[in-house]
């Protein structure tokens, strides 16, 4: 089985401090995502990543940035986290593939204070 | 750009009955890949089925089916014989097959089903 695990299920942070959120895939993915899910907004992309080094913007790379140094590693970073990123994230992985199945972590929810 | 809708926030039946989740998409290409996932409460997100449009056939996975209909741009799930561990919230997405192969997700839809 695909496993797709973010170290932290739960954080809370300080406005203005420096969050590190990793995730890290089992099964070789060339793609690794980042999203942000908020009610009624669904799941929205921040940041992904097609190979290691590589990086593209999402929908909503404000306030964020991404590190991809070894395949199964990618992770957010906030870099002076505010009180409207407080959010579930969600990492995923899939292959290069067309229309692969896109496989997600567990989540991991932030609160900003 | 891709956009997915999903115009029911919170839905409910009773166990056994059949129950539809609504969804509809705006995109100019011709071929691309839709999918349904299932967050279950405090749980990881799992595909449920997947859709390729260019096919013409509605896929099925065991009580799920979808009913596609590529020229309004819909694309349903029917949940049948449900079951309380189908208590979760859903999701419609959309894959483009131009550039990068990233999901576009609707709302959601929160499903409840009761005993």
């Known amino acids: 089985d695909v496993k797709v695990t973010q170290s932290s299920r739960y954080l809370v942070k300080r406005t203005g401090e420096k969050v590190f959120l990793e995730c890290v895939q089992d099964?070789?993915?060339?793609?690794m995502f980042w999203y942000r899910q908020d009610p009624g907004l669904g799941l929205r992309l921040i940041y992904f990543?097609?190979?290691?080094?590589?990086?593209e913007k999402g929908d909503i790379p404000e306030g964020y940035s991404v590190s991809r140094e070894k395949k199964e590693r990618f992770s957010l970073i906030l870099e002076s986290a505010s009180t409207n990123q407080t959010s579930m994230y969600l990492c995923?992985?899939?292959?290069?593939?067309?229309?692969?199945?896109?496989?997600f972590g567990e989540g991991s929810w932030l609160t900003v204070v | 750009a891709q956009t997915v809708t999903q115009s029911q926030p919170e839905m409910s039946v009773q166990e056994a009955e059949t129950v539809t989740l609504s969804c509809t998409y705006d995109t100019s290409e011709n071929n691309y890949y839709l999918f349904w996932y299932k967050q279950p409460p405090s749980r990881q997100m799992i595909l449920v089925i997947r859709q390729e449009a260019y096919k013409q056939q509605n896929a099925t996975e065991n009580r799920f089916s979808v009913n596609f209909q590529k020229a309004a741009k819909s694309f349903s799930l029917k949940i049948s014989d449900s079951q309380l561990g189908d208590t979760a919230m859903y999701f419609c997405a959309f894959m483009g097959i131009q550039g990068a192969q990233k999901l576009v997700f609707g709302q959601g839809t929160r499903l409840t089903i009761n005993p």
């Open positions: 995923a992985s899939s292959l290069l593939s067309q229309g692969d199945t896109i496989y």
């Open positions: 990543s097609y190979d290691v080094k590589m990086k």
């Open positions: 099964m070789d993915h060339e793609n």
